[in-house]
């Protein structure tokens, strides 16, 4: 347990020293983010805002997780599909970022070229699983466990492409994307602590203090925003955290609104689609309570709550 303290407290402190140097250097060059036309006016206000902090904790979780693995002889694989899950789409993410800055507009890599790449990443987590003689098997409700490598790593792509969307989704208020990661993976904390798997405990710490720390910059108002790198790591991360605790279908409780946020997308393109009528004022789900007169700071605290509730649930049933 002190392992994962230590974990948790130099990434917090290395986020700490180096967020508010970030800040400087993107403001310089005048680096800031692009506000969607499609979002709501009021968000207009928040152009310019520098962007791309989740480079600084991811980086700050990497290094704080793979030294005190290091320290304590605990390097192994799934250290490292850890690692991948969070360093690679943080990558993606990055990738997309530095577009949008580059070129001064709010679409970086287009669809495709982003599916692709998240796809390769998670068929790179499988393929050091599978060497790492990783047992392919997936509980599926009425039928039990089952066997199948294809199933598996079809799976896999689906939740890791899945979930690190969802997250970039719920990134769209000041720190409602970082406080409920903060929730999630500390519920994953406590799950790898009670199963005593100290690998993902201090990988999950290392996350949570990088969090803690940039939290402090990113509440409103924000000074940074964390990105595509910061949103699409953080999702791929709890993913990837999820199916190697061999609890994949947790995340649907505690990652429950980063599941509300991306079905309110699903059903209202359906619903205009089919109908030519909207269900939401505006999707993702957070929008629509923004339009519905909500501050930002009630959209964060109730949004913070559901997460918290469903995962304080799902431990109550199959902690």
Same mark, same amino acid.
């Given at each position: 347990?002190?392992?994962?303290?230590?974990?948790?407290?130099?990434s917090l402190?290395?986020?700490?020293?180096i967020l508010?140097?970030?800040?400087m !250097?993107?403001?310089?060059?005048?680096?800031?983010?692009?506000i969607? &036309?499609?979002?709501?006016k009021w968000?207009?206000?928040?152009?310019g805002t520098?962007?791309m902090?989740?480079?600084v904790f991811?980086?700050a979780?990497?290094?704080?997780?793979?030294g005190v693995?290091?320290?304590q002889?605990? !390097?192994n694989?799934s250290?490292?599909?850890?690692?991948?899950?969070l360093?690679?789409?943080g990558?993606?993410g990055?990738l997309d970022d530095g577009?949008?800055l580059?070129?001064?507009?709010?679409?970086?890599?287009?669809a495709w070229?982003?599916?692709?790449?998240q796809i390769?990443i998670?068929?790179?987590i499988v393929?050091?699983?599978?060497s &790492?003689k $990783?047992k392919?098997?997936?509980?599926?409700? $009425?039928l039990?466990?089952?066997?199948?490598?294809i199933?598996?790593t079809?799976f896999?792509?689906?939740w890791?492409?899945?979930f690190s969307n969802?997250?970039n989704l719920s990134d769209?208020? &000041?720190?409602?994307?970082?406080?409920l990661?903060i929730v999630?993976?500390g519920t994953y904390?406590?799950?790898?602590?009670?199963?005593?798997?100290?690998?993902?405990?201090?990988f999950?710490?290392?996350?949570?203090?990088?969090?803690?720390?940039?939290f402090m910059?990113?509440?409103?108002?924000?000074q940074?925003?964390?990105?595509d790198?910061?949103?699409?790591?953080?999702?791929?991360g709890?993913a990837? !955290?999820?199916?190697?605790?061999?609890?994949?279908?947790?995340?649907l409780?505690?990652g429950?609104? $980063?599941?509300?946020?991306?079905?309110?997308?699903?059903l209202q393109?359906i619903?205009?689609?089919?109908?030519?009528?909207?269900i939401?004022?505006m999707?993702?789900?957070?929008h629509h309570f923004?339009?519905?007169g909500w501050?930002?700071?009630?959209v &964060?605290?109730v949004?913070?709550?559901v997460?918290l509730?469903g995962s304080?649930?799902y431990?109550?049933i199959?902690?």
């Open positions: 347990m002190l392992n994962s303290i230590i974990a948790l407290v130099i402190v290395l986020t700490g020293l508010p140097w970030f800040i !250097v993107m403001r310089l060059h005048h680096e800031g983010q692009e969607r &036309d499609e979002g709501p968000h207009k206000k928040k152009s520098p962007t902090g989740g480079v991811i980086l979780a990497i290094i704080s997780a793979l693995a290091i320290w002889g605990q !390097v694989k250290l490292l599909i850890l690692l991948i899950g360093f690679g789409y990558l993606i990055f577009i949008k580059y070129f001064k507009r709010n679409l970086g890599l287009r070229q982003k599916l692709l790449l390769l998670a068929v790179l393929g050091i699983a599978a &790492d $990783f392919f098997q997936l509980f599926i409700p $009425f039990g466990q089952v066997s199948s490598s199933l598996f079809i896999v792509i689906f890791l492409v899945g969802a997250v769209g208020l &000041d720190g409602l994307a970082t406080g990661s999630a993976y904390a406590y799950i790898a602590f009670k199963q005593k798997n100290f690998t993902i405990l201090i999950c710490m290392s996350v949570i203090g990088g969090l803690i720390s940039f910059f990113n509440h409103k108002p924000a940074i925003f964390m990105g790198a910061g949103s699409l790591a953080l999702g791929g709890l990837t !955290v999820s199916i190697l605790l061999n609890r994949p279908w947790s995340l409780l505690v429950i609104v $980063f599941v509300l946020e991306t079905l309110s997308v699903i393109v619903s205009f689609q089919t109908t030519g009528k909207r939401f004022k999707t993702p789900i957070h923004e339009m519905l501050s930002e700071w009630k &964060d605290i949004f913070w709550l997460g509730v304080i649930g431990l109550l199959w902690g």
